[in-house]
């Protein structure tokens, strides 16, 4: 019977919400709306990066590399998701590993993303005569490429020891998506090995960028103090507000869902955490760094008047 069991999972059912269909209507909706102005958001700041000259420094090459990966991170979210609220609620083993592996490849590379823009803010304020020959045109492309060949690779070594497992029936993922959690709850094994694998991944993950972080902010903090005039401290504060607003929200929801024993995982909340996490987080980051950012504000304002200008 077991054997049987084993054998017959090709698809899981997930959940995803347990609401009226008025309501799964309502939130297609909303959620649909989000998705679209997320990815619109995010490729009008590449774009505006990529015309405005005055803004090819490290710091926007960086923001347009975490631009372009928060429009593929919620791309592998969503539009299963949209599928799920339409009645479409079956995923495929091979299409549940394959989103796992996008999710958790893209979540990694934004969290060295961030620990590198930490490291370039650090550089920026605490060394500025040195800033522009340490950070380089190479040495920016070599930062970036290696955080996202580090977070494709270590991940893809986490789904393939998720991926000899057995799953037994009922294949049913309490979830929106197939988060890893509660796809090795569903296992036929022992999978004490594959959860400390995943404890210990996301905390190596997480909390080493984050304590790189943080180390370049208790840094960058004390040279601010240090700075004589007051509008000299508040230029200095703006230059590193958007980055490390981005932070805390990020920070503040991956750690509270992943870095926590198994067991007191409340299945509902982190579904609401789950959405923030994937559907919200990537529409607040362009947001904040347009309305937080003067030379972000400049540069559209910028493109606005030369299209207005164009038109008539």
Excluded at 18 to 46: D, R, W
Excluded at 176 to 190: A, G, K, T, Y
Excluded at 221 to 241: D, H, L, V
Excluded at 266 to 278: E, S
Aim: proline share 4%.
């Amino acid at each position: 019977m077991i054997m049987e069991n084993q054998s017959s999972v090709t698809q899981f059912l997930l959940v995803g919400f347990s609401i009226s269909v008025e309501l799964q209507l309502l939130l297609f909706v909303v959620f649909f709306s989000v998705y679209f102005l997320t990815v619109t958001a995010n490729v009008s700041i590449i774009s505006l990066v990529q015309v405005d000259t005055r803004l090819h420094t490290p710091m926007y090459f960086f923001l347009r590399h975490l631009s372009f990966l928060e429009i593929w991170y919620t791309s592998s979210i969503v539009p299963k998701l949209l599928a799920n609220l339409a009645g479409w609620k079956y995923i495929s083993l091979s299409s549940c590993l394959s989103q796992s592996y996008f999710y958790f490849s893209l979540g990694s590379t934004e969290f060295f993303l961030l620990g590198v823009m930490a490291i370039d803010r650090y550089l920026a304020i605490c060394n500025p005569l040195r800033y522009t020959s340490i950070m380089n045109g190479q040495v920016c492309i070599q930062a970036a490429s290696a955080c996202w060949l580090v977070a494709f690779l270590s991940v893809f070594f986490l789904v393939i020891l998720i991926s000899r497992l057995t799953f037994c029936e009922p294949a049913i993922i309490n979830h929106f998506f197939c988060d890893i959690p509660p796809l090795l709850r569903l296992s036929c094994q022992e999978t004490f090995l594959e959860e400390i694998v995943v404890f210990f991944f996301a905390c190596s993950i997480i909390l080493t960028s984050l304590i790189l972080t943080v180390f370049s902010y208790v840094l960058i903090i004390s040279t601010i103090f240090k700075i004589p005039s007051k509008k000299g401290r508040q230029k200095a504060f703006s230059t590193c507000a958007s980055h490390f607003t981005v932070v805390s929200i990020l920070y503040g929801t991956v750690i509270f869902i992943y870095v926590r024993p198994s067991a007191s995982y409340p299945k509902d909340v982190n579904k609401i955490l789950g959405v923030f996490n994937t559907v919200v987080t990537p529409l607040l980051n362009p947001i904040i760094y347009c309305l937080r950012n003067k030379e972000v504000k400049n540069a559209l304002r910028k493109v606005i008047k030369k299209k207005r200008y164009l038109l008539f």
